[in-house]
């Protein structure tokens, strides 16, 4: 048994399309010479399936995650919307070390990071794109 990471596009009308991950990992890398100029200055919504595979056919998912990658006026990986995102993330992370005697102080900080990354970076499918994926996953075998 083995994991593999399965990268989707969605395009405008909903189709989805299969996007070999080794060139998503050079645009998320933002290797000078990956671009998609067809998505310059766009956010585009993403899939990011993690499949559980036997004899390298899938035949479970572990993981489905909905994201939004946002593109430069020349077609890569926004620089500075990659930061943010980034530091979105860091900022999610629970506190470590707080006041735990102190009654009176809520530390939220977190999950409104989390709400701010959720409404940034992630979007929710329709049943019709859900089940798209599902057939471009499993049918074929």
């Given at each position: 048994m083995s994991i593999a990471i399965w990268i989707f596009i969605v395009n405008d009308d909903d189709s989805i399309q299969r996007f070999p991950l080794a060139r998503f990992e050079r645009l998320i890398e933002r290797n000078p010479k990956e671009r998609l100029p067809q998505y310059a200055g766009k956010r585009?919504?993403?899939?990011?399936?993690?499949?559980?595979?036997?004899q390298r056919e899938p035949v479970g998912i572990l993981r489905i995650l909905y994201l939004i990658l946002p593109f430069d006026s020349e077609g890569r990986v926004?620089?500075?919307?990659?930061?943010?995102?980034?530091?979105?993330?860091?900022?999610m992370m629970s506190p470590i070390l707080m006041d735990r005697d102190s009654k009176q102080v809520v530390e939220a900080r977190h999950r409104f990071a989390k709400r701010r990354f959720d409404?940034?970076?992630r979007w929710k499918p329709t049943q019709e794109i859900e089940s798209a994926i599902m057939e471009a996953i499993f049918e074929p075998y």
């Open positions: 585009i919504r993403y899939v990011e399936v993690a499949l559980e595979l036997e926004d620089a500075a919307e990659q930061e943010k995102e980034r530091r979105l993330g860091v900022e409404n940034e970076y």
